[in-house]
């Protein structure tokens, strides 16, 4: 089992930054693809980014966050970490990271991860 609990979120102004937390506990936090998700208001949840799990692998984001979010990880603090540079408007809704099952590649689609946190609301005003 692995409990996810993200943390970070706020309110920013346009243009602003944030950085989100994701404090991973339970077992083989370092085998496991980490990714971030979101989902407004009315919408569907949508992929954000992902970290796998191996070092060999690379991360991967949606375009609408490309060069503007940044995913990592830290496995002996058991996080993953989302940084969100030059926020817009149309990046509010609640975010959610989400762990994948030990040793699988990472990938955009929500049901290939097993473990969810409770989420975190980001809210960017213009």
């Known amino acids: 089992q692995v409990q996810l609990v993200e943390s970070g979120g706020g309110l920013v102004q346009a243009g602003g930054s944030l950085r989100l937390s994701c404090a991973a506990s339970?077992?083989?936090?370092?085998?496991?693809?980490v990714g971030w998700f979101r989902q407004a208001p009315g919408k569907e949840r949508v992929f954000v980014a992902t970290?796998?799990?191996?070092?060999?692998?690379?991360?991967t984001y949606a375009d609408s966050v490309k060069g503007r979010f940044t995913i990592s990880r830290d496995n002996a603090k058991q996080t993953v970490f989302l940084q969100m540079n030059s926020l817009k408007p149309e990046d509010t809704a609640v975010y959610y990271c989400?762990?994948?099952?030990?040793?699988?590649?990472?990938?955009?689609?929500?049901?290939?991860?097993?473990?969810w946190g409770q989420g975190t609301q980001v809210t960017v005003s213009s």
């Open positions: 989400a762990a994948a099952a030990s040793y699988t590649q990472p990938n955009a689609a929500v049901n290939s991860y097993a473990y």
């Open positions: 339970g077992r083989a936090f370092s085998a496991r693809s």
């Open positions: 970290i796998p799990w191996n070092t060999g692998s690379t991360t």
